[in-house]
């Protein structure tokens, strides 16, 4: 066959294909597909109109975005202020991490699933809640912490100018108290990745280490730390994307200390301001955009430095570092760290909430649950922020876990770049902070042709868009599970794509759904930053009602929300993954089913 007559095949042939796949198309991968390119559509399309705002307005070039932004006065403050708490909490948060994952990998302090679970119990925690707690703890005046101190103080006759000491000695409202908090909230993500890292590297190089008479410092710092370097470097990256997206901390504390912070200027260029200030806003996020591509540059530059990092080809135990002496106070620092960081504050919202005010003494005898029923149930509004943040975190969760399943098969199935690409826009917005993915809700769904505003539609689908990729991963591990054999042979039976679904992936995939299901609801049920920028008198949530709370200064009322919230959180997520191993073990155990 000549060349002429091949190129005018090529199209007949495109076209045959094409009518080929069509023509094998279930209803099942049909609603797939349009389920794939929703979710890249509501993840993509809001940044996209972020990005346009700073250069186009009405279809016209538009600089001004940029020129408003220079313009203020105290924008230097507002940029230093957010980089000193965001590298000093990052800075502490990795060294107390890389302790804690230290001490649990490679010593005998280690006791098991307990040492390897602590350090995550403050994601119980939501960290509206623990910045309220703190409050109640180390408020100068009236803190719970403040009070024992000058009470033990004054047992002992020590006084200032023969006077009783009337505050202090700690002040949460102050830059250590904000970059305290910030740090613990941050210390769980550096011990997650550099456990994983800990966990990679060949534990006989260290051996080695020790063999040839270098001791335990030096091989921490000649072998253990560069092999670790990658993953460090990824939980710095992690960090530093939570720090700027942060907004639930600075907003309770730096408030109270007169230290704004890049997420709450933007929050309130947008709801604080009338009209609102959208230009001035996504001109900050930019700023957000360029610090977060920086560093996603140099941890890149670092994973292709940290390649000497090896993992060992056999499995391989490591003896355990004998800490003598030190293992009882290095398992005292473990569980020391959950207790201040989860058990205090907690206790500090359980005394307020119970008793129904906050007040420095506590009368024992006056605590109760009516105060917590007054607060949460009798109070109209706080109950209808309840109830639609569990209505809105139950169906945002159950469509974020199956749309991520159809997803993750639909990629594994397909195997195509145009499906990978989907995939990555899908999870293109965890890289992204959640302030700039809230503005570009803003911009894209709150006019015409959405006009979505004060609806609860535009929360559901700003949850989707922003934690859908922590659903995406989940999903990913439980279809890796799927073996192309289990459907090919349903296929072979005469099931549908629907069919197989239901009765053959969704069962295997299961254990890992409902992990994936519980994380998503954990974090929709506790978001503040979408919900502060999104909600209103007309779409209540929690997170927005707190910050009505706060402002009105109802300690009480906040207190009970807080802890409503993180009990409501810690519930869900304990039952469910508990059902989730469960549902493991049977799989396991009925394989095929």
């Given at each position: 066959m000549t060349l002429e007559a091949e190129a005018e095949l090529a199209p007949l042939k495109r076209r045959g294909r094409v009518w080929s796949a069509l023509s094998r198309a279930t209803p099942f991968s049909v609603v797939s597909l349009l389920v794939v390119f929703g979710l890249a559509f509501i993840a993509l399309y809001p940044l996209s109109r972020v990005f346009l705002r700073l250069f186009y307005v009405d279809g016209e070039l538009d600089l001004s975005a940029f020129r408003e932004v220079f313009?203020?006065?105290?924008?230097?403050?507002?940029?230093?202020?957010?980089?000193?708490?965001v590298v000093a909490s990052s800075i502490l948060g990795l060294m107390v991490g890389g302790l804690l994952a230290w001490l649990n990998e490679r010593t005998d302090a280690r006791l098991g699933i307990a040492t390897d679970s602590l350090p995550l119990v403050p994601f119980l925690l939501p960290p509206i809640a623990g910045a309220i707690g703190w409050?109640?703890?180390?408020?100068?005046?009236?803190?719970?912490?403040?009070?024992?101190?000058?009470?033990?103080?004054?047992?002992?006759?020590?006084?200032?100018?023969?006077?009783p000491i009337a505050e202090g000695p700690f002040n949460i409202y102050s830059w250590w108290g904000l970059i305290f908090v910030y740090t613990i909230y941050q210390v769980p993500y550096a011990f997650l990745l550099v456990s994983a890292g800990l966990r990679n590297l060949d534990p006989s190089l260290e051996e080695q280490s020790r063999i040839c008479g270098y001791g335990l410092l030096q091989t921490l710092r000649k072998v253990t730390l560069p092999g670790i370097l990658p993953s460090a470097g990824a939980a710095v990256l992690l960090m530093i994307w939570f720090g700027f997206?942060?907004?639930?901390?600075?907003?309770?504390?730096?408030?109270?200390a007169d230290i704004e912070v890049l997420s709450v200027r933007i929050v309130r260029l947008l709801t604080a301001e009338f009209p609102a200030q959208t230009a001035l806003a996504v001109g900050n996020s930019i700023f957000v955009v360029l610090v977060l591509g920086t560093a996603w540059y140099f941890q890149a530059r670092l994973l292709r430095k940290g390649r000497h990092a090896t993992v060992g080809g056999k499995g391989y135990r490591a003896t355990r570092i004998r800490l003598g002496v030190w293992r009882k106070p290095a398992r005292l620092f473990m569980f020391g760290y959950v207790f201040v960081a989860a058990v205090l504050p907690l206790i500090a919202l359980v005394l307020v909430s119970l008793r129904g005010f906050w007040s420095s003494s506590i009368e024992w005898g006056e605590l109760g649950f009516d105060s917590i029923h007054r607060a949460l149930f009798d109070d109209v509004r706080t109950r209808n922020a309840l109830l639609n943040s569990l209505r809105l975190s139950s169906v945002g969760a159950t469509i974020g876990i199956v749309a991520a399943a159809m997803l993750a098969l639909f990629v594994q199935r397909s195997g195509r770049g145009a499906a990978?690409?989907?995939?990555?826009?899908?999870?293109?917005?965890?890289?992204?902070?959640?302030?700039?993915?809230?503005?570009?809700?803003?911009?894209?769904?709150?006019?015409?042709?959405?006009?979505?505003?004060?609806?609860?539609?535009?929360?559901?689908?700003?949850?989707?868009?922003?934690?859908?990729?922590?659903?995406?991963?989940?999903?990913?591990?439980?279809?890796?599970?799927?073996?192309?054999?289990?459907?090919?042979?349903?296929?072979?039976?005469?099931?549908?794509?629907?069919?197989?679904?239901?009765?053959?992936?969704?069962?295997?995939?299961?254990?890992?759904?409902?992990?994936?299901?519980?994380?998503?609801?954990?974090?929709?049920?506790?978001?503040?930053?979408?919900?502060?920028?999104?909600?209103?008198?007309?779409?209540?949530?929690?997170?927005?009602?707190?910050?009505?709370?706060?402002?009105?200064?109802?300690?009480?009322?906040?207190?009970?929300?807080?802890?409503?919230?993180?009990?409501?959180?810690?519930?869900?997520?304990?039952?469910?993954?508990?059902?989730?191993?469960?549902?493991?073990?049977?799989?396991?155990?009925?394989?095929?089913?």
């Open positions: 313009e203020q006065d105290d924008l230097v403050t507002v940029l230093r202020n957010t980089a000193v708490v409050v109640l703890l180390l408020s100068a005046r009236s803190g719970y912490i403040n009070s024992l101190i000058r009470w033990a103080l004054e047992l002992i006759n020590v006084s200032i100018s023969s006077a997206a942060l907004f639930s901390v600075p907003v309770i504390l730096g408030t109270g990978r690409l989907v995939d990555a826009a899908v999870k293109f917005p965890a890289t992204i902070s959640t302030i700039v993915i809230a503005v570009g809700f803003t911009l894209a769904f709150t006019g015409p042709p959405f006009n979505l505003q004060g609806t609860l539609w535009i929360l559901l689908l700003a949850y989707l868009a922003i934690y859908m990729p922590q659903g995406s991963v989940a999903a990913d591990a439980a279809a890796s599970q799927v073996g192309d054999e289990l459907t090919d042979a349903s296929a072979i039976c005469g099931a549908g794509g629907t069919r197989t679904f239901l009765r053959v992936s969704l069962p295997i995939m299961l254990p890992g759904l409902v992990a994936g299901w519980a994380l998503l609801f954990v974090r929709m049920t506790g978001d503040l930053t979408a919900s502060a920028i999104l909600a209103g008198t007309g779409n209540n949530v929690v997170g927005f009602r707190i910050l009505e709370v706060f402002e009105g200064g109802s300690f009480a009322l906040l207190a009970s929300l807080a802890l409503a919230l993180t009990v409501v959180t810690s519930t869900v997520l304990v039952i469910l993954l508990t059902l989730s191993r469960r549902a493991a073990a049977y799989a396991i155990e009925s394989p095929g089913g």
